[in-house]
């Protein structure tokens, strides 16, 4: 990985907005990844970084690449409950129905992890209920593994 790639995916991590610009400027690899697969992108999300996922996507940054793992920034912030920058990616093209190593989708995440909001929101989206992991589990299943009857509520509707 070279320097200016350490320095993007630093700067997305803390969200500094100057530093991220002037790589802009300088035509830094905004799809640069680091050694797990991690994007600028993907990084900003995942740290509630608005602002810095917002100017990186602006600047044409990838919404939809993966990590080694397969997941993707709308994959992480289903998991943390960013709403916010879950709206940003989706308005901005995030595929909703990406399935990571294990199969695993955003939707999967938010049912999960109990981020009602960003279930809501993921299936006013578009995103597809029907879809399974690799050991045959739907949305439903996940949600009910957790216990979680308010998930399973709003995936019924």
Known sequence: MTNTSQVIIHAARLGNIEVLQELIRQKADLNAQDEKGYTPLIIACYNNRYEAARLLIQAGADVNAQDFGGNTALMGVAFKGYAD???LLIENGAQLDLQHGNGGTALMFAAMFGRHDLLKALLAAGADK????????????????QGNAEAIAILGN
């Open 85 to 87: 920058i879950a709206q």
């Open 130 to 145: 029907t879809l399974l992991d690799i050991r045959g589990h739907s949305v439903y299943d996940l949600a009910a593994q």
